[in-house]
């Protein structure tokens, strides 16, 4: 009698480990919602979160950058936000595409070291793993404006 060969279960491709960089932006994100929606201090929300995810020193670094630097720059950051998002009021933006936006936006800025193409594939990527349905779609928009408005010679080419 012959056995019927085992049945393997169908198996998706493996997403690849997040990178440094993309760990750091989750950090921030993470950080800026709990300072935007529950008030908390900035350093203590990395700090914590951090810990709990076991985020290597480099990884801290590069969230701590974003997020000092979004709440520095955050009154010209909301302001371009509430320019390219006109159908939005700022407050109605969620929290998670609005701080996913001004992480973005500090990245987009002049003598950045992050190309505007990677910045705005990151945001949305973001959006589509944190956001709610039609984040990602919204966050490329503005970012696609934004981009094309405050720094036209950085506008991404199709």
Do not use: C
């Amino acid at each position: 009698m012959n056995d019927p060969a085992p049945v393997q279960a169908a198996t998706r491709p493996q997403k690849p480990a997040p990178t440094r960089q993309r760990r750091g932006r989750i950090l921030a994100l993470q950080v800026l919602f709990e300072a935007d929606v529950a008030g908390h201090g900035w350093e203590q929300a990395l700090r914590a979160h951090a810990e709990a995810v076991h985020a290597p020193k480099a990884v801290a670094a590069f969230a701590e950058e974003r997020v000092a630097g979004v709440l520095e720059a955050m009154a010209d950051i909301d302001e371009v936000i509430r320019r390219h998002a006109t159908a939005w009021p700022l407050d109605q933006v969620s929290a998670v595409d609005r701080n996913i936006l001004r992480i973005a936006l500090y990245e987009l800025r002049p003598g950045s070291p992050t190309p505007p193409k990677v910045a705005i594939n990151e945001a949305v990527e973001l959006a589509k793993e944190f956001g709610g349905e039609g984040s990602s779609r919204f966050v490329n928009g503005v970012l696609g404006a934004a981009v094309g408005d405050e720094h036209p010679q950085q506008a991404p080419t199709a």
